[in-house]
C-alpha cells in the first residue's frame, strides 16, 4: 500500500506540471493574438485545466482513504501479535498476563508513528484553486509550443481482513475473544455473542471447544469478579 500512496503523488505532480504547461501555452498563443478569437483546441485549455485540479481533488482524497485503510490493516496485525505474544509468554512458563517487553513496545510505537505520518502527509496535500485564465501583456520575446504528455496511473486495492469469525460468522469488529483452543474452528468472537463484558478472563474457550475438551465453565462475571484484580487479563481486538 506504500507504494500505491507512492504512485499517487507521482501522479499528482504530472498533473501540476501539465496544468503549468497548458496555463502558459494559452496566455502566450492569448498573447499573440490578442484581441483575436482562440483556435478550437487553445480555446478548450481552461475546460482541460478544470478538469486537471478535478482529478488532483479526487487523488488527494483516495489518498487519505488509502491512509486510513493502512492504519486498520495494522491494528488489526498487532492485536494477533499481541494474542501471540501471550501465549509464547505462557509456553514460556511466564505469566499471560504480563505486559510485553521492551522491544516490542518500541517496535509498536515505531510503526504507530509511521502511521501517522503518512496519514499526516495525506491530509497535508492541498491542491491549488484553479485559475481563470486572462489575456496576458505583450510578449518580450516569442517561445515555442510545448508539446503535451501523456501519464497513466492505476492505484491497486489492497485485501482486507474479510474473514468470517464467531458465531455470528460475521466480520471482525468491536472489542473482540479469541479462543485458546489452537483448533477453534470460530478463532475470534464478539463479546455481545457470547455474553461477555471486560474486564475479560485471562484465559477462555468457546462453547464448542469446552465440550470438545471436556473444559468446565468457570467464568466469574464481571460484577461478581473480585474488586482486587491486577488488571492483566488478556483483551481481545478493538476496531476504530
Not at 18 to 44: C, M, V, W
Request: aromatic share 6%.
Amino acid at each position: 500500500m506504500n507504494a500505491n500512496l507512492e504512485e499517487a503523488a507521482n501522479i499528482a505532480t504530472e498533473y501540476l506540471a501539465k496544468i503549468r504547461k497548458e496555463t502558459q501555452k494559452y496566455f502566450r498563443h492569448s498573447s499573440k493574438n490578442a484581441g483575436q478569437p482562440l483556435s478550437g483546441k487553445d480555446a478548450a485549455i481552461p475546460d482541460t485545466v478544470s478538469g486537471l485540479y478535478a482529478d488532483l481533488d479526487a487523488l488527494a482524497a483516495e489518498k487519505v482513504a488509502l491512509s486510513d485503510r493502512l492504519v486498520k490493516i495494522f491494528e488489526r496485525a498487532m492485536a494477533r501479535l499481541q494474542h501471540d505474544l501471550q501465549k509464547i509468554l505462557k509456553l514460556q512458563g511466564e505469566e499471560p498476563g504480563l505486559p510485553p517487553t521492551q522491544h516490542f513496545l518500541s517496535s509498536v510505537e515505531s510503526t504507530v508513528q509511521q502511521i501517522q505520518s503518512l496519514r499526516a502527509a495525506a491530509q497535508a496535500i492541498e491542491v491549488p484553486t484553479a485559475p481563470v485564465p486572462v489575456a496576458a501583456p505583450p510578449p518580450q520575446k516569442n517561445d515555442e509550443d510545448a508539446e503535451g504528455e501523456d501519464e497513466a496511473g492505476e492505484d491497486g486495492g489492497d485485501a482486507e481482513d474479510q474473514e468470517l469469525y464467531c458465531y455470528c460468522q460475521k466480520l471482525s469488529y468491536g472489542e473482540m475473544i479469541a479462543c485458546d483452543n489452537e483448533e477453534c474452528k470460530y478463532q475470534w468472537f464478539h463479546l455481545s455473542c457470547v455474553d461477555l463484558k471486560p474486564p475479560l478472563p485471562d484465559t477462555w474457550y468457546c462453547n464448542d471447544c469446552k465440550q470438545k475438551l471436556g473444559i468446565l465453565d468457570t467464568y466469574t462475571p464481571p460484577m461478581a469478579a473480585s474488586s482486587a484484580s491486577t488488571g492483566g487479563s488478556r483483551k481481545g481486538r478493538k476496531k476504530q
